[in-house]
């Protein structure tokens, strides 16, 4: 009895990467790439009507953001794996990808050969991780537990970062601004450090977040 191929959806907000993905996976005779798509919006419709195995999933998208993409996917339709492929690889974004249920986690200096098997070990319900990520996890479920940020605490730190007051990360977030100051309290000491500045130093040396 033949075995059915891997049903591929690619997601990425350039047309370019998009069909380079494309033209490679065709090459495997195990893969079918059923569908495409440029937003993370787009990307939970496609996922609706086609119900893909895996989809490769980029992070940084307008609009709907790949993690968001893929909470909302596993949400909707668990039996699906999402691999994202990204260029950014802090520890902000990987957290937030397997705080949303991603798979694996690749960066897209990835081969051809490491792609198309970690392709097939998220589709067999493994996970996959580019050496350096799994470096980076590794070294966070060793290191200081004191100095692991929650994810709320890095979407409020990245807000800092950014240059907005409490008020407007607490609109952002919808947070009173007490909440938000207790939330910067508890980054400070975590991070060993006392303002906000130092906080955001002290986060992108890091990699817990990022600029831009």
Same mark, same amino acid.
């Given at each position: 009895? $033949? +075995?059915?191929?891997?049903?591929?959806?690619? %997601? *990425?907000?350039?047309?370019? %990467?998009?069909?380079?993905? +494309?033209?490679?996976?065709? @090459?495997?005779?195990?893969? &079918? %790439?059923?569908?495409?798509?440029? $937003?993370?919006?787009?990307?939970?419709?496609?996922?609706?009507?086609?119900?893909?195995?895996?989809?490769?999933?980029?992070?940084? /998208?307008?609009?709907?953001?790949?993690?968001?993409?893929?909470?909302?996917?596993?949400?909707?339709?668990?039996?699906?794996?999402?691999?994202?492929?990204? +260029?950014? *690889? $802090?520890?902000?974004?990987?957290?937030?990808?397997? *705080?949303?249920?991603?798979?694996?986690?690749?960066?897209? *200096?990835?081969?051809?050969?490491?792609?198309? @098997?970690?392709?097939?070990?998220?589709?067999?319900?493994?996970?996959?991780? &580019?050496? #350096?990520?799994?470096?980076?996890?590794?070294?966070? /479920?060793?290191?200081?537990?004191?100095? #692991?940020?929650?994810?709320?605490?890095?979407?409020?730190? #990245?807000? %800092? #970062?950014?240059?907005?007051?409490?008020?407007?990360?607490?609109?952002?977030?919808?947070?009173?601004?007490?909440?938000?100051?207790?939330?910067?309290?508890?980054?400070? @000491?975590?991070?060993?450090?006392?303002?906000?500045?130092?906080?955001?130093?002290?986060?992108?040396?890091?990699?817990?977040?990022?600029?831009?």
């Amino acid at each position: 009895m $033949t +075995t059915p191929p891997i049903r591929i959806l690619v %997601v *990425d907000d350039h047309p370019v %990467v998009r069909d380079g993905l +494309t033209a490679l996976l065709a @090459t495997q005779p195990d893969f &079918s %790439v059923v569908g495409e798509a440029g $937003t993370g919006a787009e990307a939970l419709r496609q996922t609706a009507v086609l119900r893909p195995d895996v989809v490769i999933m980029d992070l940084q /998208m307008p609009g709907i953001g790949g993690a968001a993409a893929t909470a909302a996917i596993r949400t909707a339709h668990p039996e699906v794996r999402v691999l994202v492929l990204t +260029t950014y *690889d $802090t520890n902000a974004d990987i957290t937030a990808a397997v *705080d949303a249920g991603a798979a694996g986690y690749l960066l897209k *200096d990835t081969g051809r050969e490491e792609l198309c @098997t970690a392709v097939r070990a998220v589709a067999r319900g493994e996970a996959a991780l &580019s050496p #350096s990520v799994a470096a980076k996890v590794l070294a966070h /479920m060793r290191g200081d537990r004191g100095a #692991s940020l929650s994810g709320r605490e890095v979407e409020v730190l #990245s807000a %800092v #970062s950014r240059g907005q007051s409490n008020k407007q990360i607490g609109r952002a977030l919808r947070l009173s601004e007490a909440t938000v100051k207790t939330h910067l309290l508890h980054i400070y @000491t975590k991070l060993g450090v006392a303002d906000r500045t130092s906080a955001v130093t002290a986060a992108l040396e890091r990699g817990i977040i990022r600029i831009g």
